[in-house]
Each structure stands twice: as structure tokens, then as C-alpha cells.
């Protein structure tokens, strides 16, 4: 769906992206990680014809951006860098001039569709108040509703709750996954990581404009083969399991072993209490923390 | 793409602040000439307006030369700057492109709605003060017109209402092209900026330079090929018969103009990152 390779941009000496080898592939919920300034959103400016690459090549659709990107383009939804719209007119005059503005739009079907988008995103009943009247909330929908119009079969979000309230987060969550499974390929970026990784099935990060990583999410969230166990008894499970303990915490063990069931079963039999016990699971934010540095648009002393 | 912007001129309450200020001074104009019947003499004062209070019909006339230096560059220079900056400014150049809009067809789209804003200004501002000028001078047959340093041939022949009809259409294509200059230069810096007023700005200091250097007798060097050289040129169609030197030359310019600063504007744009 989207591949990349050697992807670089530099803006006179600063390399804002440095040789990028995207892989989306069709059907992906696919999350770009990265702190601020990492060079997520030049990736996606570079994706959709806006920005052009120093050195590299992409492709969607199969065809090479940004030479074919009049044929891709339709096919994408996006928003990037926030939603914009012209303030002094309501939401829905605003969509339906974005709509009139694209070649080949149908316009017997305009207001059809610019109201199905609108219904889409929780904004169907919206009045003839200006959109500068919105609240960033209502602006975020809107541009949502936006990259939504041509019914695209790939959406290229960045940062797309922003400005959302957690009610507003989660219905759109449930909005992309819906869309996901009605077949449509979304690639998102983000710098939260909660919403990657409730909503993504393959993540990529970056860090000072280079792909640090690029995995499915079930690999990166695979039981590290450590169980965590919690337990008043902590001491004595400590000197049962000897030999496997790895780290000691308080109440908390740290054990290695890939079945919690067994190890359970064992403490029980011995008599110990347990108040929790499951496989160990690195979070998103320790494999963040893993690949890459300290935030980009953290400037030290030498 | 071009009927969206012309849509977007259309509903934008600016582009009727714009015109109706440009319409409001010759009426403002005409409301202290009516009131105190004080005309400037022949020779001093804007052009035409001498002649204005004997013939209301030729009012049109002494209207454009009133907007024609600065009200009226003014405001295309603040539409051109901001044609493709203020796009940017709002965010919505990014989407624009998305939908797909091709470069080259929005930077086209933006040409043709700044071409159709000078004509509707500058025919409301014609069509207002025609009305605003018979209405309070009458309109007795011009038998005595009057250039702004020439005392004109016709005098004693005078010419017909559709005389000066024709000749006021002919100022109005006149003026609305020499306008295009100062608007492609504007429409080239608003490609090259991401700040409209910034673009409106430097057309106007580009024009301020150009109305400057064709007084000074020590520029006379460049003076041909000043954007603002000709502008007065129009008051040649009043003459009889029509002098058409100084008007082939002004629209030569204008041609020149529109075309160098078109090639520029979109070789800019064609091939800039987009980070708005």
C-alpha cells in the first residue's frame, strides 16, 4: 500500500528524514511513533505530494509518488498537521467547496456525501454557524469528515484526536477500526502511545528523523519470557523458585519462565498467596524508550 | 477548481468591503462637488473632474482617475498577495492540493478570480458614479472635455452620449489590464511567502518604487518599463481623434509584466514544499 525506500528530506543542513523504508501493507492499522520533531510529519507531507523528497522513492497504490500522485490522491483521505478550514463559513459549506474543488468529484452525490461524513463523524446535526465558532473539538471532526468525503480506501492521519475530549478519542478509535474492517488501510502518526497501541496492528518509530523500528505489534508485545508475580508472600516464593528470580521488588518478583499457569500452580500448592500473576509484556513506551534518544526538540548544553 | 474560487470571492465579505470602498469615494467626491459647485480648475485637481460639473455622463471617467493610483492597486495587490498566501496561512493550501488540485490548475484558478475581481471593480465603480454623476450634474451633452494638462481637440465637436459610452468601456478594459501587472507580482510573492500581507506589501512597495521613478526625470533611463508608465494612457481614448501610441505601449507592459512574473510564480510554486 504504501512503500518507501531511501526516503530522505533535507531542509538546507538539517536532515528532517533520513532514509525511511516505510512497509504498510493493505488492511494495516499501521502507527508511526516518534517524539516531536522526529520527522513523522515530513514523511506524511512527503507521502501526499507535499514536500519533495531529497533522495528516495515512494510508492502507493503501486505508483511512484509524487510523479502519479493526481491518480493516488483520490484514493486518500488525510489530515496533517491539524484540520483548517475557511472560518468565515459553516462546516458544511466548507466541505462541499473541498469537494467541488477536486477533479472528477460528482456533484449530484456532493451533498449526499458531504452529509454522510458529517453524519460519520458525530457532527450530522451541525448548525449554519461559522466553523470559526467551533471548538477545536468540533474543528478536529470536521477535518475528519474531511479526509472522509471521497470515501478513501487509505487514510493517512496525523496526530488525529488531537484536541479531542476522551469520549471523542474513543469514538474515534471505534471510527477507524469500523473503517479498518470495511477494508480501508489507515496510517496513522502519533506521539501517544496509548493511542497506537490500542488502536494499531503494526507500528513503526522513529527517532531524529531515522525508522528506528518497524514491527507488527503482536511481535513488539510478545511475552518477553519473564513472569511478574505479586505476592505478600514474597520472601518464601523468592527462595521456591531460586535460581529464577531475576529481580526483587518488594512484594513484586520478577521470574524467568514462559507459563504463569504452572508457576502459579506451584506457589499455590506450596501454600503462598498470590495476589497477581501473568506474563511479562513490554510496554509500547519501554520499546520507545528502548530505540530511541532523548526528544528531539530537547536542545542540551554540549 | 476556478468556479470554487470564484465561489470563495463571491462569499467572502471582503471583496464587497473592497469595492464598495472603491465606489464610495467617487460618490463622496460627487456629493462635495454637487453640494458647493466648487470645481478644480482646468489643468489642477484629478483628472477630468473640471469637466464633470457641465456633464455627469462623463463622470465615469473622472471617477477611474480617482481610484486608478492608489485605491484600486491597493486592493488588488491585497487580493493578488493573498491568493495563494493566504491559502497557506489559513492551512488550507495542504488540503486544497489533497483533493487533488493540481499546482499549476489552483495557481490558474487564482489568476482568472483576480481578473474577474479588478473587472468587477472596476465596472461598479463605472457603473456607481455613471449614476451617482447624472444624478447630481445632469447630463447635457459634453461639449467641453478636458484632460489633465491638455485642453482636448474635441471641444468643438463634442461627442454623443454613445461616444463616451464606448470610450469609457474602452478605459475600463484599459484600466482593468493595467492592473494585472501589479496583480501577477502580487499572485509571484504570494507563492514565495506564506504571509498574504507580506505578498500585498511587496507589490505595493514594487509599485510605490515604480510610481516614484516615473516622476523622476533623473530615472527617465527605466521609465519605459515601468509598470505604471502608461496608466495614465486612458485619457488618450478621450481624445479625437483616439491617440492609441501610449495605450499600445501600456498594454505591451502590462503583457510583459504579467507574463515574466506568471512564469516566475508558477515555476515557484510548481516546485516548493509545501509546510504550511
Not at chain 2, 461627442?159 to 489590464?177: F, M, N
Request: net charge neutral; aromatic share 6%.
Amino acid at each position: 500500500m504504501i512503500t518507501t525506500a531511501g526516503l530522505t528530506k533535507r531542509f538546507g543542513k538539517i536532515t528532517a528524514v533520513d532514509d525511511v523504508a516505510l512497509d504498510v501493507r493493505e488492511g494495516d492499522r499501521y502507527g508511526l511513533l516518534g517524539p516531536n520533531g522526529s520527522g513523522k510529519t515530513t514523511v506524511v507531507r512527503m507521502l501526499l505530494g507535499l514536500v519533495f523528497a531529497t533522495a528516495g522513492e515512494i510508492e502507493m497504490f503501486g505508483r511512484s509518488i509524487p510523479r502519479h500522485a493526481n491518480e493516488v490522491l483520490p484514493k486518500v483521505g488525510a489530515l496533517v498537521e491539524g484540520p483548517s478550514a475557511y472560518g468565515h463559513l459553516p462546516g458544511r459549506a466548507n466541505l462541499l467547496l473541498l469537494d467541488a474543488a477536486g477533479r472528477g468529484s460528482v456533484r449530484r452525490t456532493r451533498r449526499r456525501r458531504v452529509d454522510a461524513a458529517l453524519e460519520r463523524v458525530g457532527l450530522g446535526g451541525v448548525d449554519n454557524r461559522p466553523v470559526k465558532a467551533y471548538s477545536l473539538g468540533m474543528r478536529q471532526r470536521l477535518g475528519l469528515a474531511a479526509a472522509l468525503l471521497g470515501e478513501p480506501r487509505l487514510l493517512v492521519l496525523d496526530e488525529p484526536t488531537n484536541g479531542l475530549d476522551p469520549q471523542g478519542i474513543r469514538e474515534v478509535r471505534e471510527l477507524l477500526e469500523e473503517l479498518n474492517a470495511a477494508g480501508t488501510t489507515v496510517f496513522l502518526c502519533s506521539h501517544l502511545l496509548g493511542e497506537v497501541e490500542q488502536l494499531c496492528t503494526r507500528v513503526g518509530m522513529m527517532d531524529r528523523g531515522r525508522l528506528v523500528l518497524q514491527d507488527d505489534m503482536a511481535e513488539l508485545r510478545a511475552p518477553t519470557g519473564r513472569i511478574v508475580i505479586h505476592s505478600p508472600d514474597a520472601d518464601r516464593a523468592a527462595a521456591l523458585l531460586d535460581g529464577k528470580v531475576d529481580l526483587r521488588d518488594g512484594e513484586r518478583l520478577l521470574v524467568r519462565g514462559t507459563d504463569p499457569a504452572a508457576v502459579n500452580a506451584r506457589l499455590v500448592e506450596a501454600g503462598l498467596r498470590v495476589a497477581e500473576i501473568h506474563a511479562e509484556r513490554r510496554t509500547l513506551e519501554q520499546v520507545m524508550l528502548e530505540v530511541t534518544g532523548p526528544g528531539s526538540d530537547r536542545i542540551d548544553h554540549d | 477548481m476556478t468556479s470554487v474560487e470564484l465561489v470563495k470571492l463571491v462569499r467572502r465579505p471582503r471583496t464587497w468591503i473592497a469595492i464598495g470602498l472603491l465606489c464610495g469615494l467617487p460618490a463622496l467626491v460627487a456629493a462635495f462637488l454637487g453640494i458647493t459647485k466648487v470645481a478644480p480648475q482646468p489643468g489642477e485637481g484629478p483628472t477630468f473632474l473640471s469637466a464633470v460639473l457641465s456633464n455627469g455622463s462623463l463622470y465615469p471617467a473622472a471617477a477611474l482617475a480617482m481610484v486608478l493610483p492608489l485605491f484600486l492597486p491597493v486592493s488588488v495587490a491585497v487580493v493578488g498577495g493573498d491568493s495563494v498566501a493566504g491559502e497557506a496561512g489559513s492551512g488550507m493550501l495542504r488540503y486544497l492540493l489533497l483533493r487533488p488540485v493540481g499546482r499549476t490548475r489552483l495557481l490558474v484558478a487564482k489568476l482568472v478570480t483576480l481578473v474577474v475581481f479588478v473587472l468587477i471593480a472596476v465596472v461598479s465603480v463605472a457603473l456607481t458614479s455613471y449614476g451617482v454623476g447624472v444624478a447630481v450634474f445632469g447630463s447635457e451633452p459634453a461639449n467641453a472635455l478636458v484632460g489633465s494638462d491638455v485642453v482636448t481637440s474635441v471641444s468643438g465637436t463634442g461627442l454623443t452620449p454613445a461616444d463616451v459610452a464606448l470610450r469609457i468601456t474602452y478605459t475600463v478594459l484599459y484600466i482593468a489590464v493595467s492592473m494585472l501587472g501589479v496583480g501577477a507580482i502580487a499572485v509571484f510573492l504570494s507563492t514565495v511567502t506564506d504571509s498574504s500581507l507580506g505578498a500585498a506589501l511587496g507589490a505595493l512597495a514594487f509599485l510605490v518604487t515604480s510610481q516614484v521613478l516615473v516622476t523622476l526625470d533623473a530615472a527617465a533611463s527605466v521609465r519605459p518599463y515601468l509598470p505604471t508608465r502608461y496608466w495614465l494612457a486612458w485619457i488618450d481614448f478621450f481624445r479625437q481623434p483616439i491617440l492609441w501610441h501610449d495605450i499600445e505601449r501600456g498594454l505591451g507592459i502590462q503583457a510583459v509584466y504579467v507574463v515574466v512574473f506568471l512564469a516566475a510564480a508558477w515555476a515557484n510554486f510548481a516546485t516548493r514544499d509545501i509546510t504550511s
